[in-house]
């Protein structure tokens, strides 16, 4: 079984950085790798970013490509996102998620064993 516990999430101001892990415990090597979503109040749940576990395969969605960075430690099972030049409109509940496609796909069915979530809010 895996588990993944996502951490680092709160209140920043826009413009502000965050840093987001995703620890994870169980069979997660069986996976190809890892990724993060995010889901605001009414809103559908929106790929964020995408890492295998061999960092050959990174992917970004438009609306954070070149302000976050998804990176991680396999020594320590964990999977980072840095959130820099925050946006208002990235306020939402992020969530990690074993991606258990090769592909580095943005479909959320190929993601499985979700963690409960973590809150970013960002002011203006």
């Known amino acids: 079984q895996v588990q993944l516990v996502e951490s680092g999430g709160g209140l920043v101001q826009a413009g502000g950085s965050l840093r987001l892990s995703c620890a994870a415990s169980?069979?997660?090597?069986?996976?190809?790798?890892l990724g993060w979503f995010r889901q605001a109040p009414g809103k559908e749940r929106e790929f964020v970013a995408t890492t295998s576990w061999s960092g050959g395969s990174t992917y970004y969605g438009d609306s954070v490509k070149g302000r976050f960075t998804i990176s991680r430690d396999n020594a320590k099972n964990t999977v980072y996102l840095q959130m820099n030049r925050l946006k208002p409109e990235d306020t939402a509940v992020y969530y990690c998620?074993?991606?258990?496609?090769?592909?580095?796909?943005?479909?959320?069915?190929?993601?499985?064993?979700w963690g409960q979530g973590t809150q970013v809010t960002v002011s203006s």
């Open positions: 998620a074993v991606r258990t496609s090769s592909l580095a796909t943005i479909a959320t069915t190929m993601y499985g064993y």
């Open positions: 169980g069979r997660i090597f069986s996976w190809y790798g």
